[in-house]
């Protein structure tokens, strides 16, 4: 079901458990609420042992008695599961709900997210808990969406994991010869006889059969979503038709959110980035690719579900948060498609683990710091922006971001064991599309391709079945396709392809992968362009890493490797396929050669960005749109005040001026009418 709300949310993780010894402080805190603009507030996360402080005794009126009080307040409640961290309680009595490590050692009672999954006894107090605040608070006026368990990520090898494995297994392969042939298992004479023998990959025992590393991921992602499905049945079951999210985080390797996203109705991030470890520029592309890929995990409006106030208490460094930095970076997810910003935590914990995490009320509890008043500033203006709920980001530009490729590849023993630097080739692709103001989606290999204008498919290195077709029909319809080293090499079990790579393409791309170097971290190759080339590239480029050669079997060399023995040889080709056309990006290219190579391709194709002319240096310009009028959102992220490159045709001011430079950090929203 769809998410919809009229106002940008606004608030945060609260934990009022944490204060019932305190009702002064639970009282001033509505009051800050209410100043600083927040109008949602997430409840439960983390209240199991107060909810049910002992098995079967529930204890919910503190919890109903707070939601009544925010609901008088105008304040909704995105009511948690409280699955992501169990009591004592359940630990001691049931000891199966403890995680075995890899190594088949039993974890002890304590952190979060140390429960098993598999287990019967965990999923039915999971069950009962969550059918029990269904029936209480499931339907109280305050609840807009349900928030499953949280940040969801770990694996257990208990004994009831690894029969679920084998039985998950069973079906996949249908028979154990099968599985023997697709996980090339006669290598080291590792033959399994029946599914029995088959456990999950550890230090201890097997671990140099991909095909297994492989699977055993994809049963981690396959047992996690069901688990969650389980818990979202159980509301449903008890007669709650909310709709529901989780928290995902940071391009989370342990999970393919791409799978979990199709059982949940929004998509919901944590997101923590580290302003000043780079120029803001550099860490607003990465932040916002990862805005992009959850918005791009349903191609829905998605929500900031954390993001803190101040500094962290987890990062290696704790770095406060510049002055305006808390504003831009909750604007720059309404600018990527999310329908508001939310904060971790509202009150600041007084003990244990995040004690000194940032917060929106910190220990003083005042309204006169500086925090505080930032937050009162973001809920201004996202109190002004409800108008753009709902609208959507439309994108001309598509990466390939897909997990389980990026799995099988980082497990496959080469071509660099230390290092393949796969998110940074993603984000070299991301930031050249960006500066030319294009949307940008992210898709895996199951996504459809249909509206696209052009598709990067950067180290692409599995191609699960139908994905070489389905590129193909993309390019032949009059995709511009542009595929980079070490793609197509091996199938969804991670056996090499037989007979040239890029498998499935190579008359598409018009070459034959023949070689790929890797180069140690100290040595580099140069990109030299070809006399006329086509896309009329006058300057080299350094490259790193990877660098691929290949054999020309129809396409053209653009540009050529400047040294070593493979001199002179292709290493940027283009071939011309049905429609459309295939580049071929064949080393690891430094950041100006992507966008180089973008900046050219576009021209060339005429495909045009949100605005004309050039963005100056430190801008993001991003647009939604919906029924008839697009949303032009300028924002800041360099050192200078910049003037805004605007639209052609008329266009009206929603926040902020267009005439005016924008300030570092600043905001600017203007909108035009398309009808």
């Not at 607003?284 to 191609?299: E, F, I």
């Not at 295939?582 to 060339?604: C, M, Q, S, T």
Request: negative net charge; hydrophobic residues 35%.
């Amino acid at each position: 079901m769809d998410f919809t709300t009229e106002r940008m949310l606004h608030g945060g993780d609260y934990n009022p458990e944490q204060w019932l010894d305190r009702p002064d402080l639970l009282e001033k805190d509505l009051e800050m609420l209410q100043e600083a603009g927040c109008n949602t507030v997430t409840l439960g996360v983390f209240s199991w042992a107060v909810l049910e402080p002992e098995e079967g005794a529930f204890s919910f009126g503190w919890l109903e008695e707070i939601m009544d009080r925010l609901y008088e307040r105008g304040i909704w409640v995105i009511l948690a599961t409280p699955s992501g961290a169990r009591p004592r309680w359940l630990a001691d009595r049931y000891p199966e709900v403890l995680r075995m490590d890899e190594a088949r050692r039993r974890d002890l009672f304590g952190g979060r997210h140390n429960h098993c999954f598999t287990s019967p006894v965990y999923r039915e107090k999971v069950r009962r808990i969550n059918t029990e605040l269904a029936k209480r608070l499931g339907r109280h006026p305050s609840v807009i969406l349900w928030h499953i368990s949280n940040e969801y990520g770990g694996e257990c090898h208990c004994p009831l994991c690894q029969e679920a494995f084998r039985n998950w297994l069973r079906k996949r392969y249908g028979s154990i010869e099968e599985l023997n042939r697709r996980w090339c298992t006669t290598f080291w004479s590792h033959t399994y006889q029946s599914f029995d023998q088959i456990e999950s990959p550890s230090s201890r025992g097997e671990r140099m059969l991909h095909g297994l590393n492989l699977d055993w991921k994809r049963f981690v992602t396959y047992q996690t979503t069901d688990f969650m499905k389980a818990e979202i049945t159980a509301l449903r079951e008890a007669g709650s038709a909310l709709p529901v999210t989780a928290n995902f985080m940071y391009y989370f390797k342990g999970l393919d959110y791409f799978k979990m996203a199709r059982e949940l109705d929004v998509v919901s991030w944590d997101t923590y980035p580290l302003w000043e470890k780079k120029a803001p520029i550099e860490i607003a592309y990465d932040n916002g690719m990862c805005h992009d890929l959850m918005r791009s995990l349903k191609k829905k409006p998605f929500l900031q579900m954390e993001s803190c106030p101040s500094s962290t208490n987890w990062q290696g460094v704790s770095k406060l948060k510049r002055p305006g930095v808390l504003f831009a970076q909750s604007m720059q997810a309404v600018a990527h498609g999310g329908d508001g910003a939310l904060y971790f935590q509202i009150r600041q914990s007084r003990g244990a683990s995040e004690k000194f995490h940032g917060a929106v009320i910190d220990h003083y509890g005042g309204n006169d710091t500086r925090v505080f008043r930032e937050v009162c500033r973001t809920g201004e203006a996202l109190e002004k922006l409800g108008e753009l709920c709902a609208s959507q980001v439309k994108s001309q530009a598509a990466i390939l971001y897909d997990w389980e490729s990026q799995w099988a590849m980082e497990d496959s023993q080469g071509p660099r064991n230390d290092g393949l630097h796969y998110q940074e080739a993603v984000l070299k692709f991301y930031r050249a599309f960006r500066k030319r103001g294009l949307n940008v989606d992210l898709a895996d290999q199951d996504s459809s391709l249909e509206g696209y204008r052009i598709l990067a498919v950067p180290m692409c290195y599995q191609f699960r079945e139908g994905f070489a077709q389905k590129v193909r029909r993309f390019t032949q319809q009059g995709g511009i396709l542009v595929m980079t080293y070490w793609s197509g090499i091996a199938d969804e079990t991670d056996r090499c392809y037989l007979g040239g790579v890029p498998h499935g393409l190579m008359d598409v791309l018009g070459i034959r992968s023949a070689e790929i170097d890797g180069l140690y971290d100290w040595e580099e190759n140069q990109l030299i362009p070809e006399e006329k080339n086509e896309l009329g590239i006058t300057r080299s480029f350094r490259c790193k890493y990877l660098c691929d050669l290949v054999e020309l079997r129809g396409a053209k060399s653009v540009m050529a490797y400047g040294k070593d023995f493979y001199q002179g040889t292709p290493a940027l080709t283009v071939n011309r396929y049905g429609k459309g056309s295939a580049w071929y990006v064949a080393a690891d290219g430094e950041e100006a050669f992507y966008e180089e190579l973008i900046r050219l391709l576009l021209k060339k194709e005429k495909i045009k960005g949100a605005v004309p002319g050039e963005i100056p240096e430190g801008l993001e310009v991003t647009t939604r749109e919906k029924e008839g009028t697009v949303y032009y959102i300028y924002q800041n992220f360099g050192r200078e005040p910049a003037r805004l490159p605007l639209p052609e045709g008329k266009v009206f001011a929603v926040y902020g001026e267009a005439e005016e430079l924008l300030e570092p950090y600043g905001l600017a929203i203007l909108k035009q009418t398309t009808e």
